[in-house]
Nanobody
Framework: QVQLVESGGGLVQPGGSLRLSCVAS????????MGWFRQAPGKQRELVAT???????TYADSVKGRFTISRDNAENTVYLEMNSLKPGDTAVYYC?????????????WGQGTQVTVSS
C-alpha cells in the first residue's frame, strides 16, 4: 500500500509565501517523477511543477519565477516553495508520484491540501 500525504497548505495574504510538503510511504521500490498539480473550483486539475529523479524540473508558465519544486530522494519527499502568491493561486494542491512497487510502475496521488490566497 502506497500513501502520499501532503502538508503545509493554509490561508495566506497576497504576496505571501507557503511551503508544501509531500511524503510518499509504503512498499516503494523507486520513484521516477514527483510533481504538484492543483485544481481550483470549477476548473480542471492542472500541472504546477514536476521533478524527475535525474532530470530537469518543469513549471507551468503561470508559476515560473515564483514557485520552486525540490525533492529529497532519501526521504521520498517532494516540496513546493511558493512565493509572491496571488489570489489566482487559490486551489487544492495535489502531490503526484510515478513510482515502482512489486506490481510495477503506477502513478499515485495524495489527498490534496487547500491553499487560499486572500486578504
Amino acid at each position: 500500500q502506497v500513501q502520499l500525504v501532503e502538508s503545509g497548505g493554509g490561508l495566506v495574504q497576497p504576496g505571501g509565501s507557503l511551503r508544501l510538503s509531500c511524503v510518499a510511504s509504503g512498499s516503494i521500490f523507486s520513484i521516477h517523477t514527483m510533481g504538484w498539480f492543483r485544481q481550483a473550483p470549477g476548473k480542471q486539475r492542472e500541472l504546477v511543477a514536476t521533478i524527475p529523479s535525474g532530470g530537469s524540473t518543469t513549471y507551468a508558465d503561470s508559476v515560473k519565477g515564483r514557485f520552486t519544486i525540490s525533492r529529497d530522494n532519501a526521504e521520498n519527499t517532494v516540496y513546493l516553495e511558493m512565493n509572491s502568491l496571488k489570489p489566482g493561486d487559490t486551489a487544492v494542491y495535489y502531490c503526484s508520484a510515478f513510482l515502482r512497487t512489486s506490481t510495477g510502475w503506477n502513478n499515485y496521488w495524495g489527498q490534496g491540501t487547500q491553499v487560499t490566497v486572500s486578504s
